[in-house]
């Protein structure tokens, strides 16, 4: 097929409705517009990407405290602790489960596999879902590396639970399109919110809010299309296909008698959110920068422009328009600061991106036919009318951790080890340790549990009931050492508890203090 008659092929696929979808005996050809998923060069994307992951031991030491958190809850996991119950996480049962499997073979190894697969998945769907929207498989393609990209930069070093739910939120995605074209019967919803359970069984509190948006969405759909008993429905499949996924596998917290724990936790980033928070301004200047520095504000008010186009592009342009500001704000009203943050706002930016460099959508319908595609447009456009801001942007995300590690942190990395051997040579398996740090780094390396569900005072902590927790639970548990960080401010009942029941240990430490119980 010559380049004119291709054309004329997608525009008309681009402007069919879904009904025509549906009926068309031109259906099966020009299905074939599309070129097939380039599976392999997703994989070996994916393999690159996971390369990066803090599960490296060459990169463990640039964990964030998030990370270094899910880190030791794999292998706390391995040695009997139980999720929610030991180890306090807002992650959902199904990546502690990964996490645990990864620790009980091979090491971490197994995990940074897991990881290899879910962005193969990921990538794949992104893929579909792009390709069938702007019908441009060259287009689809950029999009899936500009989201490895992304994932190697907001998300450095990996092992967040964000990255293990995306196969679930992009399939998700590409099965609304799916829909919105005609292409799947009612009855497919059950399959649809089995994979919602399964996404909110790895991430639940960013599971909860894409599904409800989705949920309104069809809501929306279905009303103005009149279908509102096929719409009820549809809600009605989607609840059976959660209920046969999330029951038999949530029951698990049910009869280690964590769930009520779990459900407490899995809401923190609700209980946490304050717009009025002293960190507001900071956050506010530094997410700021990152979302129109990587074209995510263009991207955003470009979308306003409607325009004609099918319905499954006009869905998704509903879903990113609302899903990305929200999704945005709550980065915000969080007191724990990173660039994995943004994680969450990938789906929606990425969907918005896709239809800001989908070039044919500005254009009229003589140029769309008559135009020879590029393999560099959209790229160019990406990054010229950011006046190539996203290069500075990334260049920033990978410098950052390596800067901070081996330039700024001035050994603060060696004697946290030290520290660690000392705890491993003057303790048992038995005695339990506290870090009272920026990281959870401690208990891994020095091979000892932690005596307080919240492994560190710099995470989880936004909450005055969090707070009061982990000083009453560390007053109960009395560890045996506890490492103070002199940049992390003691509470001042801890610090008396430390002064009356413990006594320094003479180590040769700038950045810490390690105490030992008397």
């Given at each position: 097929m010559n380049d004119k008659n291709q054309q004329e092929?997608?525009?008309?696929?681009?402007?069919m409705s879904a009904e025509t979808w549906q009926n068309t005996s031109e259906r099966r050809r020009l299905e074939k517009i599309i070129e097939p998923v380039p599976s392999l060069k997703l994989f070996f994307w994916s393999i690159l990407v996971s390369l990066t992951s803090v599960i490296n031991p060459l990169l463990t030491n640039l964990a964030t405290n998030l990370q270094s958190q899910n880190l030791y809850a794999g292998w706390a996991l391995t040695q009997g602790e139980v999720a929610y119950a030991n180890i306090y996480g807002t992650s959902g049962l199904l990546y502690y489960l990964v996490s645990w499997?990864?620790?009980?073979?091979?090491?971490?190894?197994?995990?940074?596999?897991?990881?290899?697969?879910?962005?193969?998945?990921?990538?794949?769907?992104?893929?579909?879902?792009?390709?069938?929207?702007?019908?441009?498989?060259?287009?689809?393609?950029?999009?899936?590396?500009?989201?490895?990209?992304?994932?190697?930069?907001?998300?450095?070093?990996?092992?967040?639970?964000?990255?293990?739910a995306f196969p679930f939120i992009f399939r998700s995605l590409y099965h609304l399109v799916?829909?919105?074209?005609?292409?799947?019967?009612?009855?497919?919803?059950?399959?649809?919110?089995?994979?919602?359970?399964?996404?909110?069984?790895?991430?639940?509190?960013f599971s909860l809010f894409f599904y409800s948006l989705?949920?309104?969405?069809?809501?929306?759909?279905?009303?103005?299309?009149?279908?509102?008993?096929?719409?009820?429905?549809?809600?009605?499949?989607?609840?059976?296909?959660?209920?046969?996924?999330?029951?038999?596998?949530?029951?698990?917290?049910?009869?280690?008698?964590?769930?009520?724990?779990?459900?407490?936790?899995?809401?923190?980033?609700?209980?946490?959110?304050?717009?009025?928070?002293?960190?507001?301004?900071?956050?506010?200047?530094?997410?700021?920068?990152?979302?129109?520095?990587?074209?995510?504000?263009?991207?955003?008010?470009?979308?306003?422009?409607?325009?004609?186009?099918?319905?499954?592009?006009r869905g998704m342009r509903f879903i990113g328009l609302l899903g990305l500001p929200i999704s945005f704000v709550g980065v915000l009203g969080l007191p724990e600061k990173g660039a994995y943050q943004l994680l969450i706002t990938l789906p929606f930016a990425l969907l918005l991106l896709a239809l800001w460099l989908d070039t044919g959508g500005d254009r009229d319908g003589h140029e769309r036919r008559h135009r020879k595609p590029t393999k560099t447009s959209s790229w160019n456009r990406y990054l010229g009318k950011q006046l190539f801001l996203?290069?500075?942007?990334?260049?920033?995300?990978?410098?950052?951790?390596?800067?901070?590690?081996?330039?700024?942190?001035?050994?603060?990395?060696?004697?946290?080890?030290?520290?660690?051997?000392?705890?491993?040579?003057?303790?048992?398996?038995?005695?339990?340790?506290?870090?009272?740090?920026?990281?959870?780094?401690?208990?891994?390396?020095?091979?000892?549990?932690?005596?307080?569900?919240?492994?560190?005072?710099?995470?989880y902590t936004g909450t005055e009931e969090n707070r009061i927790f982990l000083r009453n639970a560390l007053n109960e548990a009395s560890p045996k050492f506890i490492l103070v960080n002199k940049d992390v401010k003691l509470f001042s009942d801890v610090k008396k508890k430390i002064s009356q029941d413990y006594e320094e240990v003479n180590l040769k430490l700038n950045h810490f203090k390690l105490y030992q119980i008397k």
């Open positions: 092929n997608v525009e008309i696929l681009v402007s499997l990864g620790n009980l073979f091979l090491g971490q190894l197994l995990f940074l596999l897991f990881q290899v697969v879910a962005l193969t998945l990921a990538g794949i769907y992104l893929f579909q879902t792009i390709s069938q929207i702007t019908v441009r498989s060259g287009l689809a393609r950029q999009i899936t590396i500009l989201f490895y990209l992304f994932v190697v930069t907001l998300g450095f070093g990996g092992t967040y639970s964000m990255i293990f799916k829909y919105l074209q005609g292409r799947v019967r009612d009855e497919s919803f059950i399959r649809f919110g089995m994979v919602g359970a399964l996404a909110f069984l790895i991430e639940p509190a989705t949920t309104l969405f069809l809501l929306l759909y279905s009303i103005a299309d009149k279908r509102k008993a096929r719409g009820f429905y549809q809600l009605l499949a989607g609840l059976l296909g959660f209920s046969l996924v999330f029951y038999p596998l949530g029951y698990y917290t049910v009869l280690n008698g964590s769930f009520g724990v779990a459900i407490s936790q899995a809401t923190y980033v609700l209980e946490a959110f304050r717009l009025n928070g002293n960190y507001i301004f900071d956050h506010l200047l530094y997410y700021g920068l990152l979302f129109l520095g990587l074209g995510f504000a263009t991207a955003l008010m470009t979308a306003f422009a409607f325009k004609e186009e099918p319905t499954a592009a996203p290069l500075l942007a990334i260049l920033y995300l990978l410098a950052y951790p390596f800067v901070n590690e081996y330039i700024l942190s001035n050994g603060v990395s060696a004697e946290r080890n030290l520290a660690a051997q000392h705890i491993r040579e003057n303790s048992t398996s038995k005695d339990s340790i506290y870090a009272w740090d920026n990281t959870a780094s401690l208990y891994k390396k020095a091979q000892r549990l932690s005596a307080v569900s919240l492994l560190s005072p710099s995470l």
